[in-house]
Structure formats: C-alpha cells, structure tokens
C-alpha cells in the first residue's frame, strides 16, 4: 500500500470550508472509480488553515497515475486560488506490510 499526502494552506476559515466542500463534492466521488484507490480522508487543523488529504493506493504506479490524471489537475485548479502558496504532495509506502 502506498499513502499520498497533500497538504495546503488556506487564506481564511471560510477559504477552508470551501476547500472542504469541493474535496467532498467533486473530488471522493470520483476517487472511488480511480485504479488501485483504496480510501480517503480530509483532516483540517483544529483552529487552524492547513488542510491535509490522505488518500491509500494499492501501488505505487497507481498512486502516481492518479497524481499525473485529469481529475487530479481539476481538483488543483478548482481550489489553488484558496491555498496560500502552492499544496504539498508526499508519497509514503506502508512498512507495516511484507509484501
């Protein structure tokens, strides 16, 4: 399994629940027809602007193939003018399995 964290900063609060809402409506939906995706979460920071997306892939080309799809470009350009600065994106494998 391989762990694809993305975290940005938003402006405001508001900016934030913005972010929220279009990572609920238009980004989990489609996830769940991407090759490999096992599952998803959105943490924001508690009394804060970060958010942070984990999403879990069955491989690593899978994870990447989605970082490189169309849906993935259309996430950054629905929300980048919400961000300050520009996401951060990590690609962890899980060490807790043999395989």
């Known amino acids: 399994m391989y762990a694809r964290m993305v975290i940005g900063e938003a402006s405001s609060e508001e900016q ?3 972010f929220a809402r279009i ?3 238009d980004v989990l939906p489609g996830l769940t027809n991407e090759s490999g995706f096992d ?3 959105l943490m924001v920071e508690e009394g804060g602007r970060m958010a ?3 999403t879990m892939w069955r491989t690593r080309d899978d994870c990447l193939k989605y970082h490189c ?3 993935y470009r ?3 350009a629905k929300t980048q003018h919400l961000l300050v ?5 990590k690609l962890f494998r899980d060490h ?3 395989d």
């Open 16 to 18: 934030v629940r913005e």
């Open 23 to 25: 990572y609920k409506e």
């Open 39 to 41: 599952s998803a979460k």
């Open 52 to 54: 942070l997306s984990l």
């Open 69 to 71: 799809s169309r849906s």
């Open 74 to 76: 259309q996430f950054v």
């Open 85 to 89: 600065g520009e996401f951060v994106v």
């Open 96 to 98: 807790t399995t043999l």
